[in-house]
């Protein structure tokens, strides 16, 4: 007999009870795109099927406080749009970077418990098919706590039929932000593990640099092979970059920054008459122009980057792409996903 089971055509025998005999067909590799939810979740009717993606991920849920109450963000109206597209739903959990509430629950079983029971009850109440877990800015001695609460949501979600997605950053070991995360072990109970691919240069960065060079991805990637296994891997990538601004005051340098979208990047350039150069070493477009006595700098992403970026992830056979996030791409972005992921080298 044949049927459809986690997205791939399987050959069972009804004799073992439903039991897997072999699967059939190629895996499928994991498209997946954050959806900015800020307040309210909008209406999506008329919002066009996005062609190769195949999992949204909205941001739905917010640890509030460590009584584990929970912001909920969630519409059954979503689901069913994103099903209507041929898209899973993978809700993501927030801390907001808090590190004080998230330590509180993460320490106390009981309300490591509520939170996983809450997640789960949110999860069956708008019919979605998975988790993501996007919890940031931890403490380096929280990290054994976290994979235990990873390991037993894992276990009830797999219960219910749902599947785990963990977001972690590349390893750096002189960071919290990465040492809070024990990738090996979480690997061990999540389906997949997202490696967050930017912030290479981040919001408070000392010197302008591109969010996300082409080596500095494919380095962290490797590295955090050592750990995960490529079959739960999935490299997440920006559809964001970062207009620098350099100003010297008083006999300094002081760099400050934004994030834009891609289209708002390319309209700066335009804008202000400045020259796109190809640099080899960033796999970007780099453009810089004089202001008002500053010097302003872009390291752009856009379809030809993202594309470089999607080769790391058939180079190294790794699980799939997801993006952040849905809006501030450019849209010839998508064909260039669907294209280029899972294709030969």
């Known amino acids: 007999y044949m049927t459809y089971r986690d997205g791939r055509l399987v050959v069972y025998d009804s004799s073992c009870d439903y039991s897997i005999v072999r699967n059939e067909g190629t895996d499928k590799k994991v498209n997946l795109t954050w959806d900015y939810i800020h307040r309210k979740t909008p209406d999506m009717t008329g919002v066009q099927k996005i062609e190769g993606l195949n999992v949204i991920s909205p941001t739905w849920f917010v640890l509030l ?11 059954i109206n979503y689901t069913n749009w994103a099903r209507k597209n041929g898209y899973e739903v993978w809700p993501l959990v927030s801390n907001e970077f808090n590190k004080d509430i998230t330590a509180k629950v993460l320490a106390d079983p009981v309300k490591r418990q509520k939170l996983v029971d809450k997640i789960i009850d949110l999860s069956l109440k708008y019919n979605v098919d998975g988790i993501n ?10 990290s054994d706590e976290y994979t235990l609460l990873i390991k037993e949501l894992s276990a009830k979600a797999k219960s219910n039929g749902l599947k785990v997605s963990v977001d972690v950053t590349p390893i750096n070991k002189y960071s919290s932000w990465s040492t809070c995360y024990n990738r090996k072990e979480l690997s061990k109970h999540a389906d997949y593990i997202i490696m967050m691919g930017y912030d290479q240069h981040w919001e408070g960065s000392p010197v302008s640099g591109s969010v996300a060079q082409l080596s500095w991805v494919e380095n962290s990637l490797k590295n955090i092979l050592e750990e995960v296994p490529r079959d739960k891997l999935i490299l997440a990538v920006p559809f964001y970059t970062r207009l620098w601004k350099e100003t010297y005051v008083n006999g300094k340098t002081v760099v400050t920054s934004s994030a834009i979208s891609m289209e708002a990047g390319e309209k700066a350039i335009r804008d202000n008459y400045a020259i796109k150069v190809w640099d080899e070493e960033s796999g970007q477009y780099y453009a810089e122009y004089k202001k008002d006595g500053s010097l302003y700098r872009i390291w752009l992403e856009d ?9 790391l992830a058939n180079k190294y056979n790794i699980a799939g792409v997801t993006s952040w996030r849905k ?10 996903i669907s294209l280029m992921l899972g294709a030969a080298l």
Do not use: H, Q, Y
């Not at 379809?303 to 080769?311: C, Y």
């Not at 809006?327 to 260039?336: C, D, I, Q, S």
């Open 65 to 75: 406080d460590e009584f584990v109450n929970i912001m909920d963000k969630g519409d």
């Open 133 to 142: 877990m996007d919890f940031e800015n931890m403490r380096t001695e929280d």
């Open 327 to 336: 809006g501030f791409e450019k849209p010839a972005v998508w064909n260039v």
């Open 303 to 311: 379809e030809n980057s993202i594309k470089l970026k999607v080769r």
